[in-house]
């Protein structure tokens, strides 16, 4: 470097230095697009819900029984001054609850005309895959449980089943409550 250099000279020097030392961009073909979802857990299974499907994650609230419901009906809670109804969502899969109620979490699911909360077992948080990994699975396959909102699933320790809310919210047998 010469004292004769004026400012702009010397921007136009590290401006180059940085060029030459700069790492490359991975080409196109090396970049893998993530999937991201909600981990949670039922019993001993472990599902992810995809982002755009879950609007919140609730510890468990009070809940207000309701008379003449299903069991997997835990009641309604004030969640900021809507009624949100809870759903046991392990009672509705089958599954039972466990007895822990400092990891229980609900999942509001805000879908059309449906506002609802899910109660899980435990929350794991976010939850990022490759997007190739997903393997998609029959839709009615009978070794898995809840099979219709079942989207897919990433193999893996342990295996993760994409569960879709939504098609959940859609099935006729979730809104039918009364017993």
Same mark, same amino acid.
């Given at each position: 470097m010469t004292e004769?250099?004026?400012a702009f000279e010397l921007l136009l020097d590290i401006d180059r230095r940085c060029r030459v030392l700069a790492a490359d961009l991975p080409s196109q073909e090396t970049r893998s697009h993530s999937w991201s979802g909600i981990g949670f857990r039922l019993s001993d299974h472990w599902y992810v819900a995809? &982002?755009? /499907?879950? *609007?919140? !994650? #609730?510890? /468990?609230?009070?809940?207000?029984? &309701? %008379?003449g419901v299903k069991p997997w009906v835990k009641g309604v809670a004030n969640l900021r001054g809507r009624l #949100? %109804?809870?759903?046991?969502?392990?009672?509705f899969l089958g599954h039972t609850l466990t007895t822990v109620r400092k990891q229980?979490?609900?999942?509001?699911? /805000?879908?059309?005309?449906?506002? @609802?909360? #899910?109660?899980v077992d435990e929350v @794991?948080? #976010?939850?990022?895959?490759? +997007?190739?990994?997903? /393997?998609?699975? %029959?839709? +009615?396959?009978? *070794?898995?449980?809840? *099979?219709a909102f079942i989207q897919g699933q990433f193999s893996g320790e342990?295996?993760?089943? !994409?569960f879709s809310p939504f098609a959940l919210a859609q099935a006729r047998g979730f809104l039918d409550v009364a017993a």
């Amino acid at each position: 470097m010469t004292e004769s250099q004026t400012a702009f000279e010397l921007l136009l020097d590290i401006d180059r230095r940085c060029r030459v030392l700069a790492a490359d961009l991975p080409s196109q073909e090396t970049r893998s697009h993530s999937w991201s979802g909600i981990g949670f857990r039922l019993s001993d299974h472990w599902y992810v819900a995809p &982002m755009g /499907e879950v *609007a919140e !994650v #609730l510890h /468990e609230p009070r809940c207000t029984l &309701m %008379p003449g419901v299903k069991p997997w009906v835990k009641g309604v809670a004030n969640l900021r001054g809507r009624l #949100l %109804p809870v759903i046991d969502l392990c009672g509705f899969l089958g599954h039972t609850l466990t007895t822990v109620r400092k990891q229980r979490r609900v999942l509001v699911i /805000e879908h059309e005309d449906i506002f @609802v909360g #899910l109660l899980v077992d435990e929350v @794991v948080g #976010l939850q990022h895959f490759a +997007q190739d990994l997903l /393997e998609r699975v %029959p839709s +009615q396959s009978p *070794a898995v449980t809840g *099979a219709a909102f079942i989207q897919g699933q990433f193999s893996g320790e342990p295996l993760w089943q !994409v569960f879709s809310p939504f098609a959940l919210a859609q099935a006729r047998g979730f809104l039918d409550v009364a017993a």
